[in-house]
């Protein structure tokens, strides 16, 4: 149903997906992550005060999800998510009912707690509007003006202190913080190099993302080799996205002073907290003097809008630019999840729900 049937409906059938059991390590599977068909009202009187009922168009697939889906407290903070309901997550949907008289009828808004899900009805508190009218495609709210290009802001203009001669390596540099985070480091005019995993993927963040080098890390038996060979006169600022041996590698070849922001460890996230792999260059912290931090986005909210305005300048510009993969269908959901812990995908993994 579509359209103005769906604007005309008073009950509409949805399928969302819900996580049926935890999953306290390895990837999740087909046993925790299940699709189902739901009914909704979307009857005017049925909608509590200050929600709106939605027509989701598309929904961010994100890798911190992962770790809400272990059973236990999260490594990021994240409560665990409750058994057998919709699972949530940064998406964009088209406003169908409003209880709220600030958000009307064919409004298109962003939400970072919108279900994966066809249809829903959600509190109106952390929803924001879309302007149809400036230009920008509506994936890129997701990615470049969503929650990966905001984690790649705070930690480049917030967080980091660089200046042009800065040498900076970044993680999963062709991820979805990882490609916006290395076209602001550029835009400072320092030199970046990314670690990624595929061949193409080497490709994209060199003749799109701008990148001065990057190497694919599958085809890297040394790590140390590796860096070494990209960083002849040391490493100034470290994004990590991946933890694990790659940030145990990184601390044999900073600089004095160097500094570390981690914003996420993917390489970690399904494993049990006892059998992930260790850090043992530490020691070089102390003899280099070297600031290491984490981060989680969300304590920065009050620069959103700093954040939102400056991108979307950047984006108008040309000057920072977005790769999508874009899979088609509510269905999708579970393969371009999985897909984020294999190096499969290329781009920011979008599913789009509705056209």
């Known amino acids: 149903m579509g359209g103005g049937g769906v604007a005309a409906a008073t009950v509409v059938e949805s399928r969302e997906w819900y996580l049926s059991a935890y999953a306290p390590e390895n990837v999740p599977t087909s046993d925790h992550l299940k699709l189902r068909t739901v009914t909704v009202s979307l009857e005017y009187d049925s909608i509590a005060d200050q929600h709106v009922a939605l027509q989701v168009l598309f929904i961010s697939v994100d890798p911190y999800l992962r770790s809400a889906m272990t059973g236990r407290d999260g490594d990021l903070c994240l409560p665990p998510l409750p058994l057998n309901k919709a699972i949530t997550g940064f998406g964009i949907g088209k406003v169908i009912r409003s209880k709220n008289k600030n958000f009307s009828e064919g409004d298109i808004v962003t939400n970072p707690f919108i279900p994966v899900a066809e249809y829903c009805v959600v509190p109106s508190d952390f ?33 980091g202190n660089l200046n042009p001669a800065s040498n900076v390596f970044i993680s999963a540099a062709a991820g979805g913080v990882g ?38 890390y599958h085809k890297e038996s040394d790590f140390d080799v590796a860096l070494a060979k990209n960083f002849p006169n040391g490493i100034d600022f470290y994004l990590d996205n991946v933890g694990g041996n790659m940030l145990d590698a990184v601390l044999n070849h900073v600089n004095t002073g160097a500094h570390i922001v981690i914003s996420g460890m993917i390489s970690q996230y399904n494993i049990i907290p006892t059998e992930r792999e260790g850090v043992k260059n530490l020691l070089n912290m102390v003899g280099k003097e070297v600031k290491m931090e984490g981060f989680l986005c969300g304590s920065y909210l009050n620069r959103f809008e700093e954040f939102a305005q400056q991108m979307e300048k950047y984006t108008k510009e040309g000057k920072i630019k977005s790769k999508h993969q874009i899979n088609q269908g509510i269905e999708s959901f579970f393969e371009s999840f999985v897909s984020l812990f294999s190096s499969s995908n290329l781009g920011k993994v979008i599913v789009q729900v509705a056209p």
């Open 127 to 159: 929803l924001r509007k879309i302007d149809p009218t400036v230009g920008i495609n509506l994936p890129n709210y997701l990615s470049c003006l969503g929650v990966p290009g905001f984690t790649a802001w705070v930690a480049i203009e917030v967080i």
């Open 179 to 216: 490609m916006f985070a290395g076209q602001l480091v550029k835009l400072k005019g320092c030199r970046v190099v990314g670690s990624t995993g595929s061949h193409d993927k080497v490709q994209l963040l060199k003749n799109e993302f701008g990148y001065d080098d990057a190497f694919n």
